[in-house]
């Protein structure tokens, strides 16, 4: 009897050293691993809140958005001048740059138009 005992002492320690193991092996790896690259959604979010921060200026809308090898690339539309009426608006075209944790690292107008203007098409853009 005091075999078995033994026997399921010894299983019931091994059972709850493995579950103490478990943790600590797991907040190793997670140590060892390199910052967590925000989700493309994030990234988004910050990079309109950024440059609205710094521009003063309403991002409405993302145009054009990728990852890079430094971080990401974005087009971002910017309502510049308000005016009546709304299709008479003043819209900026910013390129946006960030880093690969989301911040903002430069940016640059590269296009301003009426909101109701639609591209010229085969003409070379404006």
Do not use: C, H, I
Not at 63 to 68: D, L, M, N, P
Not at 105 to 115: I, L, Q
């Amino acid at each position: 009897m005091s075999n078995t005992n033994n026997t399921s002492e010894s299983q019931g320690s091994q059972q709850s050293s493995r579950r103490t193991q478990k943790p600590q092996k797991s907040q190793e790896s997670q140590d060892s691993q390199e910052p967590r690259r925000p989700r493309p959604m994030e990234v988004l979010r910050e990079a309109r809140a950024q440059l609205a921060e710094l521009t003063g200026m309403t991002a409405e809308t993302v145009s054009s958005f990728e990852q890079t090898e430094e971080g990401w690339a974005l087009e971002v539309e910017v309502l510049e001048l308000e005016r009546v009426p709304d299709t008479m608006s003043l819209m900026g075209s910013y390129q946006v740059e960030l880093d690969a944790e989301g911040q903002l690292t430069g940016y640059r107008r590269v296009r301003r138009y009426e909101r109701g203007r639609a591209d010229a098409r085969g003409s070379g853009g404006r």
